[in-house]
């Protein structure tokens, strides 16, 4: 199964529809995944799930006004295809038993350079 990070910026109409149909009245503190990312930051998150991909998508107030504001007529329905860049696989290094993240593409994981 593939893991994908999605940040606001980044975030498709479909990923937004899903988030949507499984949050319709909005996400609870119990329902966000924490964990820190390379750089020691603390990345907070909420799940959806396809078939064959776990999305997790960054929780930030814009994200709620996104849910909030949705609808789904707004979009193309070719917007709901976009492609989306996948999490790094965890490898473990058996020389000192650390776990090391392998170089990622296109993804935005920090917010502190982000203009709103």
């Given at each position: 199964?593939?893991?994908?990070?999605?940040?606001?910026?980044?975030?498709?109409?479909?990923?937004?529809?899903?988030l949507v149909?499984?949050?319709?009245?909005?996400?609870?503190?119990?329902?966000?995944?924490?964990?820190?990312?390379?750089?020691?930051?603390?990345?907070?998150?909420?799940?959806?799930?396809?078939?064959?991909?776990?999305?997790?998508?960054?929780?930030?107030?814009?994200?709620?006004?996104?849910?909030?504001?949705?609808?789904?007529?707004?979009?193309?329905?070719?917007?709901?295809?976009?492609?989306?860049?996948?999490?790094?696989?965890?490898?473990?290094?058996?020389?000192?038993?650390?776990?090391?993240?392998?170089?990622?593409?296109?993804?935005?994981?920090?917010?502190?350079?982000?203009?709103?």
């Amino acid at each position: 199964m593939r893991r994908v990070i999605v940040d606001y910026k980044k975030l498709t109409p479909e990923i937004l529809a899903l988030l949507v149909d499984k949050y319709p009245y909005g996400y609870d503190d119990d329902q966000i995944i924490s964990f820190k990312n390379a750089k020691n930051e603390l990345i907070e998150c909420v799940e959806v799930r396809t078939a064959d991909t776990i999305y997790l998508v960054k929780v930030s107030k814009k994200l709620e006004t996104s849910m909030e504001n949705y609808d789904v007529d707004d979009y193309d329905v070719d917007d709901l295809n976009e492609p989306i860049v996948d999490l790094p696989e965890k490898i473990i290094n058996e020389d000192d038993d650390d776990i090391v993240d392998e170089p990622i593409d296109d993804v935005d994981v920090d917010d502190e350079d982000d203009i709103d």
